[in-house]
Structure formats: C-alpha cells, structure tokens
C-alpha cells in the first residue's frame, strides 16, 4: 500500500480508486477505524459517479504510524490530511468524513480551505456538548484489557460496535467480525484508539470559523445515535451557511447498508453542486 510522509514526519498510508483524472474525494474514517471501514460497496458507486477516491489510515491506527507516548490534537488529523492531498496534487477535494473524520474533515476546512471543494458530514459535531454516554471516551476505552487473540479481538470489536447500532437497520455483525479480524491483521493497537480519543479531547471546534465556510455541505445524522447527538449536526447546519441537513429515521451511529444507494446519491449531487457554484461565481 502507498504512503506519504508529511513535514512532521507522519506516515500515512493510504489507497485510491478510480480514474486518475477524475474529480477527488477523499473519504476520512472515525475514531479507531481503518481505511477498510470504508466498504467497496459503499465506495465503488463513488468511483462508478466519476470520483477518484482516496481512503486512507488516520495516524495512530491501521497502517498508518504510531504515536506511543506521544500526544497530538485534532488539528494534527487536520494537517495530515491536508499533506496527503498536497503530496498527491489533489486539492481541492471533495471530502467525505464520519463521526471522528468528520470532525477532523471541519478542521481541515478551517485551517485548509483551499483544501476543500465539497464536505458531507456523517454523524459528527463541532462540540463535546454533543457526545453521549462514555462508551467512546478515553478512560474507558483505555480500561478495555488487551485482546491477547485474533478471535478475542474479533469478539471484542463486535460488542464495542453495538453501541453504534440503528433501531430500525440490521445490525450487521457478520461484517464487523469479518473487519475485527482484518484490523487485527494489518495492525492491532488498541493504545493508538485510546491516543486519537484524548486527541479530541473536549473537542470545540470554531463556530465562527465554521460560519465562514463556503462549500456545499452535506450533513447526515440519525435520530437514534447513541454516540452524538442529532443536535450537533442540527448545530452545524445553523453554522454553515447553505448547508442541507438530513436526520434519518431509525439510523444510529453508523452507515446501515441499506441506505447506501441513498448516501452516495446525495455525495455525489453534493458533489456536483460545486462545479454549478464555482460556474456562478466565474459568470
């Protein structure tokens, strides 16, 4: 797999798919998930639309380098993501981002517009007023013993998702088994979880600086989250201007296949809706 080494000496790893000379759109994953969590039947459609799309390792998990000892903070995710499309000559991108990615998605924005063409937030927020229970925070994820086997780290990973469950989609714990055992695989680091979470810390992102953001935006959240709140997309839609705002019914914090055709549509006219802006603006 490629990677690329940014200024402060990160190694992101990362993989694209789709014509070299289509339109990018960069998918950016959440807390502790790798690049696979992005699923091809999810992706695909993207690049069957006429995107080039680049996943990639956020540092500190799968491939992508490790941080023992260390701390770090979101707009670190930021920068890291901003290198790997200035070393790739993609900007501007479309960038697609869930839960943790898209927070780190906001921050590109904010420190990186150029960076930015499109943004569709997934079940994410600019605010630590938004994120419920303890499930996900760092004391708790750090006090999670060290699975000692593949099959103890697939179980694990299966239980730790259930929290993410919808109340009206199947949750599908065939695929998350089968995704335990691929990240235990590539690289089990339960440490680098625990590190990327206090990196939010209690995450407030600037409202103001959101406020000036003049892409399209996308934003997506399910009214039964058991992780964020709907409010905190409902608070990102008052803060960017333009934005189209969406809560689904039943879904919780994750992406339920049955509703992918659906995503991908709305990515893709979001998408699309900045060449239409950017023709605006030139006539």
Known sequence: MPEVRTPAGAVIH???????????????????????????????????????????????????????????????????????????????????????????????AIHHRHDVRSLALFYTAASARHLVGDDRDASSLGAIPRAT????????????????????????????????????????DPGGVVRQREALGDVGLDLDALSTVDVPTLLVHGDADGLISPDGSRELHRTIPGSELWIVDGMGHELPQELWPRFTDRIVANARSAGRREATRVG
Request: net charge negative; with cysteine; proline share 4%.
């Open 14 to 108: 990362y993989d694209v798919h789709g014509p070299d000379d289509a339109e990018p759109l960069v998918l950016i994953e959440g807390l502790g998930a790798h690049l696979l969590g992005w699923r091809e039947g999810f992706w695909a459609p993207l690049a069957d639309a006429g995107f080039r799309v680049v996943r990639f390792d956020n540092r500190d998990v799968g491939l992508s380098q490790k941080y023992p000892g260390q701390t770090y903070g979101l707009s670190d995710l930021a920068h890291d993501t901003h290198h790997l499309v200035e070393a790739l000559d993609l900007g501007p991108v479309h960038v697609v981002g869930q839960s943790m990615g898209g927070m780190v998605a906001q921050a590109l």
């Open 149 to 188: 086997t593949r099959e103890e780290a697939v179980a694990r990973h299966v239980e730790q998702e259930r929290v993410c469950a919808s109340a009206t989609y199947v949750f599908d714990a065939e695929w998350r088994a089968t995704l335990g055992g691929l990240m235990w695989d590539r690289c089990y």
